[in-house]
């Protein structure tokens, strides 16, 4: 079992910068992939950005290169989001998963509202 908690989202002015954390616990990711998500209700939830937790290229949404760099801290089976040049279309509700042996788990959300 893999637990994940984000935190960090919140209301932001367009241009601005949030820092998005997802915190681990029930089992190392070492070696499995993890990313980012976002979704409005009704619609499909998009990835925005993914990578192995070890490391190596990651993917980034087409919508968010250049603006958005996912990170990790090893030590603390943590992932980060950093948002800069934020827009409004970035509101969104932003989910960490983890792909662990085939299964994949999800944190709770958390809102990201960015205004004009």
């Known amino acids: 079992q893999v637990q994940l908690v984000e935190s960090g989202g919140g209301l932001v002015q367009a241009g601005g910068s949030l820092n998005l954390t997802c915190a681990a616990s029930?089992?190392?990711?070492?070696?499995?992939?993890m990313g980012w998500f976002r979704q409005t209700s009704g619609k499909e939830r998009e990835c925005v950005a993914a990578n192995r937790f070890s490391g190596g290229k990651p993917f980034i949404a087409d919508s968010v290169k250049g603006r958005f760099t996912m990170s990790r801290d090893s030590a603390k089976n943590t992932i980060y989001l950093l948002m800069n040049e934020l827009k409004p279309e970035d509101t969104d509700v932003y989910y960490c998963?983890?792909?662990?042996?085939?299964?994949?788990?999800w944190g709770q959300g958390t809102q990201v509202t960015v205004s004009s």
């Open positions: 998963n983890a792909r662990v042996a085939g299964q994949d788990y």
């Open positions: 029930g089992r190392t990711l070492s070696g499995n992939f």
